[in-house]
């Protein structure tokens, strides 16, 4: 069975850089692709983009200038980087396994907090 | 993008009531949408795919249709874990949108 498990901060400053990481187990990184998505507290999901095995990646144009996605296949592991960051961005984080038809398996979530 | 809305936002259903969740897309999307359960404190989990598929270990109770701009989930006997907040998603073009989620919750 896949699971995801998304690790890193759960507080960040404002105008300082998100960075997240999903280990992905039970299943390889290769032959799909990795989306993030995010949902602030008490509201509704948004996709923020998804990277490929190959590194090939597709953001939100809402957060386009802002997010980086890599991905480590030796680690079974992608990542995020969302810069310059405000209170806006708080939110849980999750990652989910991408078959463009839907998002077939997710992460439990992390909550990342902006504030100083 | 592509606007999803739902209708309902919420819904009060008694447990073994039939409860039907409309999702409206803003252009045609063909039958390119899917559903999600969330439970509070948890990740959506994927239900329906493809307008009428169901994923692995659905309940049957669980049912997808429509095509085009209008599709349906539908509950045909409500059970108590299935007291959840739903989604509808695009998968049609990107950016992925969701829509804004329809609360089921207990009458």
């Known amino acids: 069975q896949v699971q995801l498990q998304e690790s890193g901060p759960g507080l960040v400053k404002p105008s300082e850089t998100l960075s997240l990481t999903c280990t992905i187990s039970?299943?390889?990184?290769?032959?799909?692709?990795w989306s993030w998505i995010r949902q602030p507290p008490g509201k509704g999901l948004e996709w923020m983009g998804y990277?490929?095995?190959?590194?090939?990646?597709n953001y939100n144009p809402s957060l386009k200038s802002r997010v980086t996605f890599s991905v480590d296949t030796s680690r079974n592991q992608v990542s995020l980087k969302l810069s310059s960051v405000t209170a806006a961005d708080t939110a849980v984080y999750y990652c989910a396994r991408d078959r463009q038809v839907a998002f077939e398996y997710w992460g439990q979530g992390t909550l990342v907090t902006v504030s100083s | 993008d592509i606007e999803m809305t739902q209708s309902p936002s919420s819904v009060s259903a008694s447990v073994g009531d039939r409860v039907t969740i409309t999702c409206r897309a803003s252009q045609d999307i063909s039958r390119w949408i899917a559903w999600y359960q969330q439970k509070p404190g948890k990740a959506p989990k994927l239900l329906i795919f493809?307008?009428?598929t169901s994923q692995d270990g659905v309940p049957s109770r669980f049912s997808g249709s429509g095509s085009g701009t209008d599709f349906t989930l539908t509950i045909s006997s409500l059970q108590p874990e299935d007291f959840a907040t739903y989604y509808c998603q695009q998968a049609y073009n990107y950016p992925r949108t969701f829509g804004p989620g329809t609360k089921v919750d207990i009458k």
């Open positions: 990277i490929a095995y190959t590194g090939d990646t």
């Open positions: 039970g299943g390889s990184i290769s032959r799909y692709y």
């Open positions: 493809a307008a009428s």
